[in-house]
């Protein structure tokens, strides 16, 4: 049972437009979520965060939303580029035991120049 | 900025071989986890130590053991190794005060191949 999930597999958005990465979650015990970013051959790399307390958290060029009624985040990257192409996953946490995170299947971005 | 680090980057083994998979937290970090992530699929979680003890335990087959010894290193062993373990292994590790900070950091995985 996959309680993150990724619809998207992949998306392509043209450089300086928005990327909008979308994840839907099934346990309403999680409370804490994540953003990663990850480059072939590399180890993800933690992007952003949100915690329930919250709906939305920007930092630079990424801003996370999370809509808790619908167990719904997303991430925005505006303006997307280059660089940027890459795969991200969301994960997600309870805030209880030792704060696996359960990450989603992942969604390929490329930014087209 | 010490990062984790993980060793070897790769490794090819040869079915029912045995295979050792090393990784050293960021000092001061209390957590240590083992993912693995199977080609085109999401990172799954394994095991986790707190403070040298195991604390949590996801989809970690049998033949897998893992430990974390006392300078905080840690090791995922590999038995009778089968096709299908051939995958990316992360280790991450985390401040569990740090947890509203920014989750946690992984290495660069290893990538096991078994033939």
């Known amino acids: 049972d996959q309680q993150v999930k990724q619809n998207s597999p992949s998306l392509s958005v043209q450089e300086g437009r928005i990327s909008i990465l979308n994840c839907d979650y099934t346990?309403?015990?999680?409370?804490?979520f994540l953003w990663y970013k990850k480059y072939p051959a590399e180890g993800p790399t933690f992007l952003i965060s949100?915690?329930?307390?919250?709906d939305k958290n920007e930092d630079g060029r990424f801003t996370v939303f999370l809509n808790k009624s619908a167990k719904h985040l997303s991430l925005h990257i505006v303006p997307s580029q280059p660089g940027d192409s890459a795969v991200y996953f969301c994960a997600a946490s309870e805030n209880s035991g030792t704060y696996k995170y359960i990450f989603g299947t992942g969604t390929r971005l490329k930014v087209l120049a | 900025a010490a990062g984790v680090i993980q060793s070897p980057r790769h490794l090819i083994k040869e079915k029912r071989e045995t295979a050792t998979l090393k990784c050293y937290p960021i000092?001061?970090?209390?957590?240590v986890y083992w993912y693995q992530q199977g080609p085109g699929q999401d990172p799954q979680f394994l095991i986790s130590?707190?403070?040298?003890?195991?604390?949590d335990k996801g989809s970690i087959p049998d033949r897998f053991s893992a430990q974390q010894f006392s300078d905080y290193h840690s090791e995922l062993n590999m038995s009778s190794l089968e096709l299908g373990d051939s995958a990316l292994y992360f280790c991450?590790?985390?401040?569990?005060?740090?947890?509203?900070?920014?989750?946690?950091?992984f290495g660069s995985g290893t990538r096991l191949t078994v033939v």
């Open positions: 949100i915690s329930s307390i919250k």
């Open positions: 991450a590790s985390s401040r569990t005060e740090d947890r509203v900070v920014g989750g946690y950091t």
């Open positions: 130590f707190y403070e040298k003890m195991q604390s």
């Open positions: 346990n309403s015990m999680f409370d804490y």
């Open positions: 000092p001061r970090h209390d957590t």
